[in-house]
């Protein structure tokens, strides 16, 4: 198809709650503050529009000024289109390298679309992937030719994966106890070992690190809200053993060399009647409401909440695996947080403490980091996984003057007391929507990925959109009504004599981005000066930074603009600040997930996700990456290298 800016997709929106968003609460969005007072965010962004500073890296409301400076990324920019095709800048290779039904595990059979079965499928590489970690071998090492990928599988899609299906609620309506075994091994993640030789990367056969994660994997649950009684179901009296994750969407990886993944659209999976269960009020705050996407309770009981009331509560976790131990069970870490986790970024801060950062990405939800109570140790290991189960969880209150407050979730502390429901920190932690409510923090438009940047130790929050904000409740922070487009915050953590504080109560923040066509003015985008035509992007998602400190953003849902979803980069200082650039483009139907440099920035693994999601498995709209007839489209990982080798971007 060619480009027509006019084009829209019948954009599917199976994996994000599109009814009312579940955050009721009475915390205001700012725009009090906003409306009474003149901000120092807004002075400084209205003098910016109107004077010549933006070569030192100031927003433009508007792409027309002259292209006086540059950016340090040197590729030549793909243009915007919409086909069925993978994109990449002029002078880089796209490879192809893991896709749906791939083996992963030795005895894994051949992919065969017509003769599907959850046995296979929990061998093979599962459905939509999407965060990547590229984890170097020898583990501990800085290897950028041999490690081992990382992939969650976030969900599924039933009318693409089988035959028969007009749409995904028809699919949902024909699911059979055999299509859902399928889906439920689908789910989770892929550990593989791959290798670079020459201009490529391989995957190493019957690698011994190679496994697969799915809903039957056994996990358990550890920190203060494991054990529990709110975390106990018949088949598990402990509380502490649980089968699989769900809906691992983002991600990131420990300086002692494991992987945080992140479960996030949780509430899709249980069915039954929440509201008849002593969890209702719980459930309801997470948008549980017996209206599953995928109606697995009618064949496995715990999908059911009437029939296993507590079950639920032991997803929206986020995740440890260690992939260099196969057999070491991967842990639901609680201290944490249970919401819709996007991600999970850790740092290791100047006063050897870990803090690790979170977005709930749900429309007016929260921005969350936990800081642990002991330091970090290069000696001891794995054991400092220990870190993740003693601490305290944060959420984020931003004010219009540039100041941001994070506000403890400690049971005892303010109100979250028994008089509110809080009898101890599990209660707390399990319900930290509810907790965090009664804190007042800022609902923001949908937090996905939050990223540190390596070079600069500033922190990065994505928006991706929230076309829920009324007018009224626009406030500094989400500064658009209706805000179809979405935007990039930038927070500063307190440093002194060249120490970040990342544990800090007390960092500042500034807008880096706002999203959309700065050609348009009533969409009022937010652009470094030098923007081109095919710069500007709607709806960024996940972010990577290469080793030089530059910003890879990934998109989910331009195509709901006319465009293709992919890649965008830009310096984060000087000259090309918040200049995006455009590096690479999906396949019709797709978004871009997991963007992940190897240690040297000269191979960048991307998540292509859901191609063909527009279509069905007998029509589809594409057949990437395979263009077989009888194979389906097939969620990919796929290898870029600049051609000749070379950091990508330069
Ligand atoms: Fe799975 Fe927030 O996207
Ligand atoms: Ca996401
Ligand atoms: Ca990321
Ligand atoms: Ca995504």
């Given at each position: 198809m060619t480009y027509d800016p006019h084009y829209r997709l019948p954009r599917v929106l199976k994996n994000e709650d599109d009814s009312n968003p579940s955050n009721t609460a009475p915390n205001a969005t700012f725009s009090e503050i906003a409306a009474t007072r003149f901000s120092r965010r807004a002075a400084l962004t209205g003098l910016l529009a109107t004077t010549a500073l933006t070569a030192a890296g100031g927003l433009v409301p508007t792409r027309a000024r002259a292209a006086t400076a540059e950016s340090s990324l040197t590729f030549t920019e793909i243009p915007h289109a919409m086909d069925d095709k993978l994109h990449v800048a002029e002078g880089y290779s796209a490879q192809v390298l893991l896709r749906w039904g791939d083996k992963v595990a030795a005895d894994a059979p051949e992919f065969d679309p017509a003769q599907q079965s959850a046995e296979a499928q929990a061998r093979q590489f599962g459905y939509n992937c999407d965060f990547i970690a590229f984890m170097p071998l020898p583990a501990g090492s800085n290897a950028s030719d041999h490690g081992l990928l990382f992939v969650n599988h976030e969900y599924t899609n039933p009318h693409v994966m089988?035959?028969?299906?007009?749409d995904d609620k028809a699919a949902a309506e024909g699911t059979t106890a055999e299509t859902a075994a399928i889906e439920l091994a689908a789910h989770g993640a892929s550990i593989v070992e791959i290798k670079r030789e020459g201009d490529g990367w391989m995957v190493v056969d019957g690698g011994q690190f190679n496994r697969r994660l799915s809903l039957n994997t056994e996990m358990e649950l550890s920190g203060p809200a494991a054990g529990h009684d709110r975390l106990k179901t018949s088949a598990d009296s402990t509380g502490r053993n649980v089968l699989g994750m769900i809906n691992n969407c983002g991600g990131g990886s420990t300086p002692w060399g494991t992987v945080l993944t992140a479960e996030e659209n949780f509430h899709q999976y249980f069915g039954g009647d929440?509201?008849?269960?002593?969890?209702a009020a719980n459930y309801k705050r997470y948008g549980?409401?017996?209206?599953?996407?995928?109606?697995?309770g009618k064949f496995v009981d715990r999908f059911d909440v009437t029939k296993?009331?507590?079950?639920?509560?032991?997803?929206?976790w986020v995740v440890e695996v260690n992939p260099y131990d196969p057999a070491q069970k991967p842990v639901k870490r609680t201290a944490l947080g249970r919401f819709k986790h996007e991600a999970a970024t850790s740092v290791i801060n100047a006063d050897g403490r870990l803090v690790v950062y979170s977005g709930d990405d749900e429309r007016f939800e929260y921005v969350y980091k936990f800081v642990s109570n002991g330091t970090f140790d290069p000696a001891k290991g794995f054991e400092n996984a220990a870190l993740l189960d003693d601490g305290t969880l944060y959420v984020a209150k931003f004010a219009a003057d540039g100041n941001v407050q994070w506000l403890p979730l400690v049971h005892g502390e303010g109100p979250l007391t028994e008089a509110n429901g809080f009898k101890s920190q599990a209660d707390v932690l399990i319900e930290t929507r509810r907790a965090a409510d009664l804190l007042e923090p800022t609902k923001m438009d949908r937090p996905e990925d939050v990223e540190t940047d390596p070079v600069s130790g500033k922190v990065y929050v994505v928006l991706t959109k929230n076309d829920k904000r009324k007018a009224e409740q626009v406030d500094a922070m989400n500064a658009r009504p209706e805000n179809k487009w979405g935007h990039i915050i930038e927070l500063t953590p307190p440093s002194k004599d060249g120490k970040i504080d990342h544990a800090a109560a007390a960092f500042t923040w500034d807008m880096f981005l706002q999203a959309g066509n700065p050609a348009d003015a009533a969409q009022q985008a937010k652009y470094g000066a030098t923007v081109s035509d095919s710069g500007w992007f709607a709806n960024p998602d996940n972010l990577a930074f290469d080793p030089k400190g530059r910003m890879w953003i990934a998109t989910d849902g331009f195509p709901d603009h006319g465009v293709h979803d992919g890649v965008w980069a830009t310096d984060t200082a000087g000259a090309g600040r918040a200049a995006t650039k455009h590096f690479l483009g999906c396949p019709q139907g797709a978004e871009l997930c997991g963007p992940a440099f190897t240690p040297d920035g000269k191979t960048f693994f991307v998540a292509v996700q859901h191609p063909g999601e527009d279509g069905n498995y007998d029509q589809p709209t594409t057949r990437w990456p395979d263009f077989a007839d009888n194979m389906p489209p097939r969620p990919s990982v796929v290898a870029i290298m600049k051609k000749g080798g070379g950091e990508i971007g330069a």
């Open positions: 089988f035959p028969g299906f007009a929440p509201a008849g269960t002593a969890e549980i409401k017996g209206e599953p996407s995928y109606p697995w296993e009331p507590n079950e639920a509560n032991r997803f929206g």
